[in-house]
């Protein structure tokens, strides 16, 4: 039912910025939301943002709030997860996923449906 391609990773220094895309392809009219999720080496998977598809509503996580803004484009069907003062401790690889439903989750097994993620290196 939904199909997810991220996109927009990279190599910047601290302190720069990129921008991740996310390609949705939904074939049901139901309400859904989107979240980004990022996973480091070693380290379990873990919430970034949320933001839900029919009203743009956000969530963010505590050590994002501030430098990143997740945002949609209806028409487009992308989602967008804007990263600016980036640290070495943003480093790992960005996941878009969906789930159906409107409420905020942030919890990863929550989500049914995952793009393949894409590498993001922050150099100090």
């Known amino acids: 039912q939904v199909q997810l391609v991220g996109s927009g990773g990279g190599l910047v220094q601290a302190g720069g910025s990129l921008r991740l895309s996310c390609a949705v392809s939904?074939?049901?009219?139901?309400?859904?939301?989107m979240g980004w999720f990022r996973q480091a080496p070693g380290k379990e998977r873990e919430f970034v943002a949320h933001i839900r598809w029919i009203d743009g509503l956000t969530t963010y996580a505590d050590s994002v709030k501030g430098r990143f803004t997740a945002s949609r484009d209806n028409a487009k069907k992308l989602v967008y997860l804007q990263m600016n003062s980036l640290n070495s401790e943003d480093t790992g690889v960005y996941y878009c996923?969906?789930?159906?439903?409107?409420?905020?989750?942030?919890?990863?097994?929550?989500?049914?449906?995952w793009g393949q993620g894409t590498q993001v290196t922050v150099s100090s």
């Open positions: 939904v074939r049901t009219s139901s309400t859904y939301a």
């Open positions: 996923a969906a789930r159906f439903g409107s409420f905020i989750v942030t919890n990863a097994p929550s989500y049914s449906y």
